[in-house]
Nanobody, 115 residues
Framework: QVQMVESGGGSVQAGGSLTLSCAASASIFSRNVMAWYRQAPGKQREWVASISRGGNTNYAVSVKGRFTISRDNAKNTLYLQMNNLKPEDTGVYYC?????????WGQGTQVTVSS
């Protein structure tokens, strides 16, 4: 059963912006913390940002100041606003509950940033 559906990816030039969305099941979204991850071609999946149910946020150094994570608890939806995109931001983006990553991953959404 698909419990996390990512969308909003696309291709942009460096300096552009994209907003990603993650529609999660109520059981997943009810967890205290939700997070975004990404995986570039040939590289390991890495953590990008996280947000608690109350709105506390944390960001990877590489995206701090450029990305904003947010959530709508009523809609069970997670968002990632990405500004000033760089080529190194290219990859497949996933949302998940960081405490239960072993449960599995959604299909992700592709983000491609060209120079």
């Amino acid at each position: 059963q698909v419990q996390m559906v990512e969308s909003g990816g696309g291709s942009v030039q460096a300096g552009g912006s994209l907003t990603l969305s993650c529609a999660a099941s109520a059981s997943i979204f009810s967890r205290n913390v939700m997070a975004w991850y990404r995986q570039a071609p040939g590289k390991q999946r890495e953590w990008v940002a996280s947000i608690s149910r109350g709105g506390n946020t944390n960001y990877a150094v590489s995206v701090k100041g450029r990305f904003t994570i947010s959530r709508d608890n009523a809609k069970n939806t997670l968002y990632l606003q990405m500004n000033n995109l760089k080529p190194e931001d290219t990859g497949v983006y996933y949302c998940n509950d960081p405490v239960n990553l072993g449960r599995g991953w959604g299909q992700g959404t592709q983000v491609t940033v060209s120079s």
